[in-house]
């Protein structure tokens, strides 16, 4: 039973790897959309509620992202879910440190992408934003 959620776990970085060698490739309009469902849906699923089908390997749950603006009385929270994605916040270890974000260089700025990483990161957010329920 471990091992196979080790050889899940493993799958689903190198997929994540292969992913960020050439992000254009999978989503050249930026879309956030596109970017949430090629690099977050594996955890938090297609409709946004935590239930991926990496979700039976993971040790914490996933938190349903369509009721992010609920649990906070009605305020979407920009800059921080841009912080958490760039690895920037205090939180817990899913998305990674700073250092090394799950994604690599897809949601952070590099040498030869000093401006793309941002602009994903705020076309997720964006996103999320327009999937919250009321």
């Known amino acids: 039973m471990m091992n ?3 050889v899940l776990i493993l799958g689903v970085a190198v997929v994540g790897m292969a992913q960020t060698q050439s992000p254009r490739k999978l989503n050249p309009t930026l879309d956030g959309k596109g970017l949430f469902v090629s690099y977050c849906a594996s955890c938090h699923g297609m409709d946004l509620k935590g239930k991926g089908p990496v979700v039976e390997a993971l040790k ?3 938190p349903d992202l369509t009721t992010i603006a609920k649990r906070r009385a009605g305020k979407f929270p920009v800059a921080d879910l ?3 994605i760039l690895g920037e916040a205090s939180m817990k270890a899913a ?3 700073r250092e090394m974000p799950v994604w690599g260089p897809v949601f952070r700025r ?3 992408d000093q401006d793309l990483g ?3 990161v705020r076309a997720v957010v964006d996103y999320l934003k327009s999937m ?3």
């Open 132 to 134: 919250q329920v009321k």
């Open 4 to 6: 196979a959620k080790l």
């Open 60 to 62: 914490l749950p996933v």
């Open 110 to 112: 590099v040498e030869k």
């Open 95 to 97: 998305h990674g440190s």
């Open 82 to 84: 841009e912080n958490q």
């Open 118 to 120: 941002l602009v994903r």
